[in-house]
């Protein structure tokens, strides 16, 4: 198992795999287990490496994990495999925005995919998500980027870090959820889902 994170951070580095930061996924894995979180669903497999660490937190611990690329797709079955996680990891090869998800609800949301798109994932996942459920969210700080979006000279990247700063103000302003930001790794967000009857 060991060996396998270090293959995987390797395999990350020498093919600009953007996989999340040690502190990052070391905070979310006491989260699971502070909270005694069963199931979760990712939205951003890539090769498997979140999936993974945060399926090794407990025995009973599942995870559906979603992956649109084909590549990082094969990736990601290959290192579950490798593992002996086909029980506890289900990979999903599709577009999240796409995913038809039934009869099912999870105790964490884990939000790791394109960063243009995370109010859309936010807004169609909720609905899985159990009664004071939880929906994580990776790269709010995008390398430093953000909150200076009016600075940024490339057009590409001023858009995208635009959409982060928006997807910011609307967890703030989300009467549904209590959110806190976190300064660690590369910026995260929790969110948890408030009681209905108060
Ligand atoms: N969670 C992983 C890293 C994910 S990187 C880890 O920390 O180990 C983000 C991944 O999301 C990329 O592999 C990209 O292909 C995928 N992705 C982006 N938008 C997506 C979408 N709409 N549906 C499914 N996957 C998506
Ligand atoms: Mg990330």
């Known amino acids: ?9 390797q395999y990350a580095s020498l093919h600009n795999v953007p ?19 069963k199931n979760i669903l990712e939205i951003g497999s890539a090769i498997g490496y979140s999936a993974i660490l945060m399926a090794s937190t407990a025995q009973d611990v599942t995870v559906t994990t979603i992956e649109r690329d084909d590549t990082r797709y094969m990736e990601c ?5 490798k593992c002996g996680f086909e029980q506890k990891i289900n990979v999903v090869f599709q577009d999240a925005l796409d995913v038809n998800l039934t009869d099912v609800s ?3 949301i884990f939000i ?3 960063k243009s798109q995370s109010i859309k994932f936010f807004e169609k996942f909720k609905y899985f998500l159990k009664d004071n459920g939880t929906i994580i969210t990776d790269n709010l700080k995008f390398h430093g980027n953000v909150g200076k979006s ?12 635009g959409k982060i700063e928006n997807y910011i ?3 703030k302003n989300n009467p549904e959820f209590e959110t806190k930001f976190y300064n660690v790794g590369d910026g995260l967000s929790v969110s948890v889902k408030k009681d209905e009857k108060k």
């Open 19 to 37: 996989i999340i930061e040690k502190e990052s996924i070391t905070f979310i894995m006491k989260y699971i287990k502070a909270n005694k979180i």
């Open 77 to 81: 079955l290959k290192n579950v495999k």
């Open 1 to 9: 198992m060991k060996d396998l994170i270090i293959e995987m951070e």
């Open 112 to 114: 790791d995919a394109a």
């Open 169 to 171: 103000e609307f967890l």
């Open 150 to 161: 009016s600075e940024i000279e490339s057009k590409n990247l001023r858009s995208l870090v």
């Open 106 to 108: 999870y105790d964490l």
